[in-house]
């Protein structure tokens, strides 16, 4: 199974700056057959399902705002959010698809400093 | 506009098996480029993919090592509905259980807190 491991496990960063959240997988999820990484970035806030935010690494689901964005190739990976907003604190999971079983990071926390 | 409605029991007694349902609106569950998971979250355990099913001129399962042998996913074409059943549950089964579609998990069900207890 391919491990996610994201840090920090929380973060507190202040109305308007920038939060970054790093994401690595214990093998390369490069889609060798499209160039692509299999690598996705959602939101999960309480009571939810967590929300799509990126997937290939980098494309923004639909109407995910654009302050949110996502990077990286083979194994590391980062979300970032470039100025953040009240609405903004929930927990945050990286998820690789590059194969079965699908896996998770164990989230982290973004709060508010 | 896809919508996942799951529906099925929230209290299962050990040993017992659970079962729980995900109805589809907005695609189909015969879609040639979909596929459909189930994926639990618990504290012990975070977010845990549990096995998916798909077509592709005809029906593939996969399934988490994790859960094989008690986990069984179907699909229901008549009712665009695909279905988890897990067999003897044990409180460690203890998570909400979300259906959703997709490798990149795009659309999800609202989540259904599944208690195993006597």
């Known amino acids: 199974d391919i491990v996610m491991t994201q840090s920090p496990d929380s973060l507190a960063v202040s109305l308007g700056e920038r939060a970054t959240i790093n994401c690595r997988s214990s093998q390369t999820v490069l889609y060798s057959s499209n160039n692509k990484n299999c690598l996705a970035w959602y939101q999960q806030k309480p009571g939810q399902p967590p929300k799509l935010l990126i997937y290939w690494a980098s494309t923004r689901e639909s109407g995910v705002p654009d302050r949110f964005s996502g990077s990286g190739s083979g194994t590391d990976f980062t979300l970032t959010i470039s100025s953040l907003q009240a609405e903004d604190v929930a927990v945050y999971y990286c998820?690789?698809?590059?194969?079965?079983?699908?896996?998770f990071g164990q989230g982290t926390k973004l709060e508010i400093k | 506009q896809v919508q996942l409605q799951q529906s099925g029991p929230g209290l299962v007694k050990p040993s017992q098996t659970l079962s729980l349902t995900c109805a589809i609106s907005?695609?189909?569950?015969?879609?040639?480029?979909?596929?459909w998971h189930w994926i639990r979250q618990s504290p012990s355990r975070g977010l845990e993919w549990l096995g998916r099913t798909y077509y592709r001129s005809k029906w593939y399962n996969d399934y988490a090592v994790s859960v094989t042998g008690r986990i069984t996913i179907n699909p229901d074409t008549s009712k665009n509905q695909f279905s988890l059943q897990l067999n003897s549950v044990t409180p460690e089964d203890t998570a909400v259980y979300y259906c959703a579609r997709y490798r990149y998990f795009d659309y999800w069900g609202q989540g259904t807190l599944v208690t195993v207890s006597s």
């Open positions: 998820q690789q698809y590059y194969s079965t079983p699908y896996t």
């Open positions: 907005g695609d189909s569950v015969s879609s040639n480029s979909a596929t």
